[in-house]
């Protein structure tokens, strides 16, 4: 004998506005009480700070010295370089939402909707169009390659070609046509910030994975020299690394040799940071089970194949979170390089407060600073987010 | 009985092997010949596992010779290599790669290890998918599979470098009863296709059916051999006969 039970609607209370308000932000005792002490500071504290932003703050040290802010000293003449760097980056990341969707997409979304809104903004109207152009640029690269598997390696080798290309784009050489050399040393504020925050980590992470494997080595005198490294580097603060990246290079190097004090500086980051990805990319090693080490060893592959197809590709997908933090973390060490009088993004900051027209705007350059630097790191840990749902980091 | 020296395949004398002060094989002596089914079984901790996995250098002897298809195992990397190409082994634990489709699985060593091509790595696989009864499993990952299926895969994966010597390290018992019996049809097929095998396992109904050859091991000795009626009928050592009564209790048979 069966009953069939009738179907009711689930009460008011756990379904739409009411449901979400109950499960989210009342569903214990303790819950509650933390929702309105949240409500109580936010209504504290949100209204004098949107009140101070929108009336009494005076934006104008940021808006004169923008293009400060932005590039530092870099030469107008040479600013189109920059935006071809940026509409490189467009057009790869265009193609890689067309070929790939997904992941990319999400990145070439939140790529376009900051070309859209800094397109919006009050920025002079050669900036506000380039931005445009971007946004267009971006789009038109994904319906070109949507769906067309075969521009798959092409799209790669741009990524690939992305960072040098951007360098020679912004450096120049004496023996290239168009790009005329422009010293490092002339760039500065989020142009420098974000050329030594993405050189860096470039660099450090592939010599991170070199060291990681090295200490593992069962070869005494590369498993020594790894230890070594990575606990010198690891043992002293950033700011020494710099100083004595500035002081101590031109030493070792033949006087005819200059080595110029941006490169000085990310050799020093790239050397610092490659100890910590290494200790990352070890403890991702470690998690491996010996089974896949067996199987691998067991099919015949040697020790190379077994570390690149195998055992790298699981143990850094395992440490990315680390990584991702580790990338972070050097972003915002690069405010260090003002130590050694480099114009990065706070230094910068920090230049313009000295000027006579804006003494004492302290609170508006900060706050600004704050914005820039909170966004970027928003981007990076979003992207690593998405990075890692997309490879299926914790559910495979 | 002797056979003509072409036919032995594997040969151990006076093998070997401490882990520390721990003495889990205390020489072994074995000869295994060409398409012979050899099945090893005895208590936890008996050294059977650790004697197969010596077989492809896994684990290393530390006294005795173990001679494979002619090349002696020792620490010469090259021989080393030359050795595991000839062996395919099928743990316990699967240990498929979970990062790389079940084509990409068994093609991996194939390509990269033998250098064939693309396109016979890949039909090669597809043929021994379907003979393991899951070929439309070739673009899923091992996550998506169930135990059994991803032991076959491991058959599989082992069989596509195409060995002389299969070796099975308890293969079914991390299954669930039914899955047990997917797997054991596909190790009989291969059985009677010609391989020879070397199977550590409990599945005695499995032994009875296939093995030319049974091998009972007990706190790193061989204690008794011999063909499946032998063992089964006739045990003739105590040790054997009280394992035999344990594991062939009524509800154990199959």
């Not at chain 2, 050795?83 to 068994?106: A, D, K």
Request: aromatic letters at 10%.
């Amino acid at each position: 004998m069966t009953t069939t039970a009738q179907t009711l609607p689930p009460p008011r209370t756990e379904v739409g506005l009411l449901g979400w308000l109950r499960q989210n932000l009342f569903s214990t005792w303790y819950n509650a009480l933390l929702t309105v002490l949240a409500a109580w500071l936010i209504y504290s504290i949100l209204p004098p700070v949107l009140t101070w932003v929108f009336t009494q703050a005076e934006w104008q040290v940021i808006v004169t010295n923008f293009r400060l802010f932005m590039r530092g000293q870099y030469p107008d003449e040479a600013v189109w370089r920059l935006w071809v760097g940026i509409y490189f980056l467009a057009l790869v990341m265009g193609m890689s939402w067309g070929v790939w969707g997904q992941a990319a997409r999400t990145f070439a979304a939140l790529f376009g909707a900051a070309a859209l809104l800094f397109a919006l903004l009050p920025f002079s109207l050669n900036a506000r169009l380039n931005w445009v152009g971007v946004l267009i640029t971006l789009v038109a690269a994904m319906l070109l390659a949507r769906n067309r598997a075969a521009l798959k390696p092409w799209v790669i080798l741009g990524w690939v070609i992305l960072l040098p290309l951007s360098i020679v784009l912004t450096a120049g050489a004496a023996w290239l046509p168009f790009l005329s050399p422009v010293a490092p040393r002339l760039w500065g504020g989020l142009l420098l910030t974000l050329m030594l925050t993405i050189i860096g980590n470039t660099l450090a992470l592939p010599l991170g994975i070199l060291l990681a494997l090295g200490r593992r080595s069962s070869l005494p005198a590369i498993k020594s020299f790894c230890i070594g490294y990575i606990e010198l580097w690891r043992g002293v603060p950033l700011v020494t690394v710099l100083f004595m990246a500035q002081i101590m290079l031109p030493l070792f190097l033949p006087s005819e040799i200059r080595v110029d004090p941006v490169v000085r500086v990310i050799i020093g980051l790239t050397l610092f940071e490659a100890a910590y990805q290494a200790e990352n990319v070890r403890g991702g090693l470690q998690a491996m089970p010996r089974g896949q080490f067996e199987a691998a060893y067991a099919l015949g592959l040697n020790g190379v194949l077994t570390m690149l197809f195998i055992i790298l590709p699981q143990a850094i997908r395992l440490v990315i979170p680390a990584l991702l933090n580790s990338f972070i973390s050097l972003f915002k060490d690069t405010t260090l390089v003002a130590i050694v009088g480099l114009f990065d993004l706070l230094l910068i900051g920090k230049t313009t407060l000295a000027q006579p027209d804006f003494l004492g705007k302290y609170r508006e350059v900060y706050a600004f600073l704050f914005v820039v630097y909170w966004v970027f790191s928003m981007m990076f840990s979003y992207a690593s987010q998405r990075l890692e749902k997309t490879l299926g980091v914790g559910t495979r | 009985m002797s056979a003509p020296a072409s036919d032995i395949i594997i040969e151990c004398r006076d093998v070997h092997k401490w882990f520390g002060h721990f003495h889990a094989l205390k020489g072994i002596n074995l000869t295994v010949k060409r398409g012979e089914v050899v099945v090893i079984f005895g208590p936890s901790g008996s050294g059977k596992s650790t004697f197969i996995r010596a077989l492809n250098r896994l684990e290393e002897h530390q006294r005795g010779q173990i001679v494979v298809d002619g090349i002696e195992l020792s620490n010469d990397v090259r021989h080393i290599e030359a050795v595991r190409s000839e062996i395919g082994i099928v743990f316990q634990q699967f240990n498929l790669f979970p990062h790389l489709t079940v084509m990409q699985n068994i093609t991996l060593a194939p390509i990269w290890v033998r250098r064939w091509p693309k396109s016979k790595a890949e039909a090669t696989a597809m043929e021994l998918l379907e003979r393991m009864g899951i070929p439309e499993q070739a673009h899923k990952f091992p996550g998506q599979l169930s135990g059994g299926q991803q032991q076959r895969v491991a058959i599989a994966r082992a069989l596509a470098m195409q060995p002389k010597i299969m070796l099975f390290d308890e293969p079914t018992s991390a299954l669930d009863p039914e899955m047990i019996k997917e797997v054991l049809d596909a190790m009989k097929a291969l059985a009677r296709s010609g391989m020879t095998m070397l199977v550590v396992s409990h599945e005695m109904g499995f032994a009875r059916e296939v093995a030319d050859r049974m091998i009972f091991f007990d706190v790193g000795v061989i204690v008794e051999e011999g063909s499946p009626e032998q063992i089964f009928s006739a045990p003739q050592q105590e040790r054997t006969k009280l394992f035999l009564s344990q594991i062939l209790s009524p509800r154990r048979m199959n």
